[in-house]
């Protein structure tokens, strides 16, 4: 590699998926995942402060933004940039590098922004989804099938959804395109889930990750065999 350390700026902080701050979204689910999620008052809870978080969050960008003239200061501040391109900006975030004409940039809460906005909604929102489907678990469980099913090969679908985002310009149309990739997913994953269980790149990493372990780590023998 010809730059090493712009190569790990971009892994750990600046890149589409940085290790530093997707990993406040690993930290925040190990939290969650510890909590009593099976009571009633602990998915309430889990609901209600996500959505709080969430709304905070856009109304926090939207005074930043709107009130306080913060997208003028960024057009100010980025030559050659146009209010149709600020706009996209602010839809689907940077395709790859995120400008660092001027600190106005981090009121942003675009996808993939990785501002503190940014990873507050999307922190924020999925609480409350997670906190509302266990809730309507109780009352609708055999409707929330398809939700499941699709929860167990969340790799392959995403797999799936990059490769499609990449051949495909969803810019047009994007709503269009939203619609018809949760569609096909959820077909998919309620066929594939009747017919194998589990999704085929799930099932390739635990047939990898157990025949490495095998590999590297002896079987422990069984106590009763121990003299």
């Given at each position: 590699m010809a730059s090493p350390g712009d190569v790990a700026m971009i892994l750990t902080l600046t890149g589409t998926y940085p290790a530093v701050t997707w990993a406040a979204y690993v930290c925040l689910g190990i939290a969650i995942g510890r909590l009593s999620l099976h009571r009633e008052r602990t998915q309430v809870a889990?609901?209600?402060?996500?959505?709080?978080?969430?709304?905070?969050?856009k109304i926090a960008t939207y005074i930043l933004l709107i009130r306080q003239d913060g997208l003028q200061q960024i057009m100010n501040a980025t030559e050659g940039l146009t209010r149709e391109e600020l706009r996209s900006y602010q839809i689907f975030g940077a395709e790859s590098y995120f400008p660092t004409t001027t600190y106005w940039w981090l009121?942003?809460?675009?996808?993939?922004t990785n501002t503190a906005f940014s990873i507050a909604?999307?922190?924020?929102?999925?609480?409350?989804?997670?906190?509302?489907?266990?809730?309507?678990?109780?009352?609708?469980?055999?409707?929330?099938?398809?939700?499941?099913?699709?929860g167990t090969m969340t790799l392959t679908l995403y797999s799936a959804h990059l490769v499609f985002v990449n051949l495909i310009?969803?810019?047009?149309?994007?709503?269009?395109?939203?619609?018809?990739?949760?569609?096909?997913?959820?077909?998919?994953?309620?066929?594939?889930?009747k017919i194998r269980?589990?999704?085929?790149?799930?099932?390739l990493v635990s047939k990898s990750s157990k025949a490495v372990g095998a590999a590297f780590v002896p079987e422990r023998k069984d106590r009763s065999t121990r003299a």
């Open positions: 889990v609901m209600i402060t996500g959505l709080v978080v969430a709304v905070l969050s009121a942003l809460d675009a996808p993939h909604f999307g922190a924020g929102l999925a609480m409350f989804v997670l906190g509302l489907v266990l809730i309507l678990s109780k009352y609708i469980m055999s409707w929330l099938g398809v939700f499941a099913a699709m310009n969803v810019r047009e149309n994007y709503v269009i395109y939203f619609i018809a990739q949760i569609v096909v997913a959820a077909v998919f994953a309620m066929a594939w889930a269980g589990t999704g085929p790149l799930e099932f």
